[in-house]
């Protein structure tokens, strides 16, 4: 076994749960119209709430194992909404291996707002309590990392974050999803999910989503979903609701594609190493199998060269599409170094161990075998 067992029914509820067209019917305008005798009417504008959404936040809400749960409009404004509970003066301990943009959302949108950040390496810093502060009300962690996979121990980290009574631990779950990770039985506050990428997994859908088993802090979001106007429009709820009664058989062909992808990788001679938790050899491979139902479709790999040799691999590949994104039907690869991390400093690229010739697949849906033959010729053309 190279994880723990799946329970019985992740996809019947994925499929059934809070999921009954009848709820729709109508209910998808913008404005509905009100009685006038009360006004006691369960829906009074689409921007605030309707059939539609509240279906779909049920529905993921019950797939995460969680009491409550807010979408919003993108991954970013999810994150965003999070980083809202905080006041100035509180202070977060947050993963240096975060995507991208939730660092440039923190330097450049909630530093100047009097909020305190400190990035760490939570893979190599075992007690993350020394740099707690009296004010410390957040930690924020991605896992696996992005883009190096690394696996983070969610139990221990939760343990040690609520040793300071009021202090929330929230996962970044986007690169797993709940069919194969859920953070919240792990003991984590708040789980937030990118959309976009697996649970819907054909490109046509930008969304964010936050899941919480605390009464107040989703009393909090729901306020700011809706002053914000930050909630995701009826067409894409009704389009999510469709992608997720596939969710569970299109991860489980992304981790089996990805598992033969990374074992060719690693037996390749222009290629230096591999990451994928799904591969013996991982650092954290065990942990993964306790904290995990399996691996998805990202596989990291650093290329026998620099720059000049895994932009002439990228420029190669035929089946592949170079694209800053994971989780569609397609396969996909980038460059992080200039793509999704090219924002960065060289020294935060440094810290964050983003390299030239650090590439991140993305493996989709098509043929494993046609996946591997393209990384084949792409590999020998870098090469060249």
Same mark, same amino acid.
């Given at each position: 076994m190279d994880s723990k067992k799946q329970n019985s029914g992740f996809a019947t509820k994925a499929i059934h749960s809070s999921n009954n067209p009848s709820k729709w019917g109508g209910k998808s305008a913008s404005t509905f119209k009100e009685n006038p005798q009360d006004g006691k009417e369960e829906y009074l504008h689409g921007g605030n709430s309707n059939a539609t959404r509240d279906t779909l936040e049920n529905c993921l809400a019950s797939l995460e194992n969680a009491k409550y749960g807010v979408t919003f409009g993108s991954g970013l404004a999810a994150i965003t909404a999070v980083f809202n509970l905080l006041r100035p003066g509180h202070h977060v301990i947050i993963s240096n291996s975060v995507y991208g943009g939730t660092t440039q959302l923190v330097k450049e949108v909630f530093m100047r707002f009097g909020i305190e950040f400190t990035f760490i390496n939570f893979v190599e810093c075992g007690n993350f309590q020394q740099v707690m502060k009296p004010k410390t009300k957040m930690v924020f962690i991605e896992t696996p990392t992005n883009p190096l996979l690394h696996v983070l121990d969610i139990e221990s980290i939760a343990r040690s974050t609520h040793m300071q009574p009021g202090t929330l631990l929230v996962v970044d779950n986007t690169f797993t999803t709940p069919y194969l990770q859920r953070p919240l039985d792990l003991d984590a506050d708040i789980t937030v999910t990118s959309l976009s990428k697996y649970m819907n997994g054909h490109s046509d859908v930008i969304m964010g989503f936050v899941a919480t088993n605390c009464k107040s802090v989703y009393k909090k979001l729901r306020t700011l979903q809706t002053v914000t106007g930050g909630g995701p429009s009826?067409?894409?709820?009704?389009?999510? %609701?469709?992608?997720? /009664?596939? =969710?569970?058989?299109?991860?489980?062909?992304?981790?089996?594609?990805? %598992?033969?992808?990374? /074992?060719? =990788?690693?037996?390749n001679k222009f290629v230096e190493k591999v990451s994928y938790p799904g591969l013996k050899s991982h650092r954290q491979h065990e942990l993964n199998r306790r904290q995990s139902y399996g691996s998805s479709g990202i596989v990291s790999f650093w290329i026998k060269g620099r720059l000049k040799q895994a932009n002439k691999f990228l420029n190669s590949l035929k089946l592949f599409q170079l694209a800053i994104s994971f989780g569609t039907c397609q396969s996909l690869a980038q460059l992080p170094y200039t793509m999704t991390h090219g924002n960065l400093s060289p020294e935060a690229k440094q810290i964050a161990g983003i390299t030239e010739n650090l590439i991140s697949l993305s493996v989709g849906l098509e043929d494993a075998q046609d996946i591997v033959a393209d990384l084949d010729q792409a590999l020998k053309a870098s090469q060249k």
């Open positions: 009826t067409l894409d709820c009704y389009q999510m %609701l469709r992608s997720i /009664k596939t =969710l569970s058989l299109r991860m489980d062909q992304h981790g089996k594609s990805a %598992l033969c992808v990374a /074992k060719f =990788l690693e037996g």
